[in-house]
């Protein structure tokens, strides 16, 4: 696939936890560069918290520039509010948005069982985003790639 058939890249990213959901970018920027893709073919927005992301999703992929669409985000259990039920509307509102719009969207939207702040999970969790941005990257080209040979 060429830098033209891959388009633009919608990254939206929640700020919680940014310094270690940032590794998501991270790792999904330099996988597709060691693919031949600039990284200016990803933009990247903000948002405060993984809540906010599917409507973001649905306002980007409805304005028709990007061919495709990732999030990211740490959903943990804050001990007010199960962060089950959290997880499950982002990626619920993240599959309604690709089927309703056509455009693809990947999550890198990750919900662990148990989060403490402390320097072994941190080091984990960092890791372990910066792995699965690699793996939206690959998922995203392979996809694009599959969607225009239908």
């Known amino acids: 696939m060429t830098n033209e058939q891959l388009g633009s890249i919608a ?11 940032d ?3 991270q790792g999904f920027v330099s996988e597709l560069a060691a693919q031949g893709y600039p990284e ?7 948002v405060p918290g993984a809540f906010e992301i599917p409507l973001h ?11 495709a669409i990732v999030a990211a985000a740490l ?13 499950s509307a982002v990626i619920d509102g993240l599959m309604r948005v690709q089927l309703d719009t056509d455009v693809p969207v990947f999550s890198v939207v990750l919900t662990p069982h148990h989060f403490h702040e402390h320097a072994d999970h941190s080091a ?11 793996e939206a990257a690959r998922a995203v080209v392979a996809t694009l790639d599959s969607l225009r040979s239908i």
């Open 23 to 25: 590794r998501a970018r």
């Open 11 to 21: 990254f939206i990213q929640a700020t919680w936890h940014s310094e270690i959901v």
């Open 57 to 67: 999703a649905q306002r980007l992929a409805r304005t028709g520039k990007y061919s």
């Open 40 to 46: 200016a073919s990803v933009v990247q927005f903000a």
């Open 75 to 87: 959903v943990v259990d804050g001990g007010i509010y199960r962060h089950e039920f959290v997880e």
């Open 124 to 134: 984990f969790f960092t890791a372990h985003l910066e792995r699965k941005g690699v």
